[in-house]
């Protein structure tokens, strides 16, 4: 599903983008200006772009994105697949994606009258939002609310939905089909298990409190698409679990959070160092055959890079104090 989003008012936009064809990613917005026109006309960061002004982008990079941005006379019309909605996996959709076909289709079709978004609107299946605050959430949009029924009398052979176990005698709930123990009709969110006569979302078989099915449905981990409870790892404006945040060669997660990006994939230090050579802690430039380097702090450095950050001196087989990771001069530590 692809929506339409008008952008007026600009240039400036008001947005990044990341990725691109070249390096084999999807184009996605990386960034959106508070207030901006991209933020009035509902684009968002994660947004996946399909097409500005009638060009479709499947093989653009980022540069040529970019550039059609900049050339645009008049409004900005941008084809995305919506943050909320996409299938969230890394890499780029192929292009034989359903998507890109039915984008060419609805690109190359006259548009009949009043199907183009007005002034910051949103189109999308049809149905018209006039503003950011109408824009469905992923809970309203794909799963309802369900409200609870009172507790009554089990009769039957049935399992509780939150602890697995059976129900028998004691009073329980049910809801759609769904039933609970008593003292198991709380949120599944662990770090929550709120009560849930509110209300609650069953996702993935489980069910949630509202205000916890928005916050982790919301923004899914990148690689499973699953949400994240515990600690997140934050990267390039989106996050993954700790577990799925891997290196491209090793398979290991980022334990130090320390990670290197070469064409869109993502490689450990060391995996990175054998197969792209040294990089400079400081200045991230290679460490070529004819610079001389030093480690120092656990990290590699060129010589010339290792540096008080304050006052710029060559630290080099001088005295220094070690702070945040970094070289200081006795005098500005
Ligand atoms: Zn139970
Ligand atoms: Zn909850
Ligand atoms: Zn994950
Ligand atoms: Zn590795
Ligand atoms: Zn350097
Ligand atoms: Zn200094």
Redesign the pocket.
Known sequence: MSNTLVLTGGPPWGFRIVGGADVDQNLVVSRVTPGSPAAKGNLRSRDILLAINGTILKDASRAEAEAIIRTASGNLEVVVKLATAWDAKPGRMKAADPTWVTLAQQLEKPRPVGQTGAEGSLVTQGKRFESAQERPTVAEAEHPVLEPRRFIQSDAEIV??????P?SGGE?STVEGIN??K??FICAAPNCQGNLDAGFIVDGGKAYCVTCHNKYFSQPCLKCNKPIFEEAFRALNCQWHLSCFICTECNQPMYDGVFHMEGGRVYCGEDHERLFGVTCYACRKLIGPGDSEMNAIGQKWHDRCFNCPKCRKNLNAKRFVRRGGFPFCPTCK
């Open positions: 509780c939905n939150t602890c697995a176990q129900i329980y609970f123990h003292e198991c």
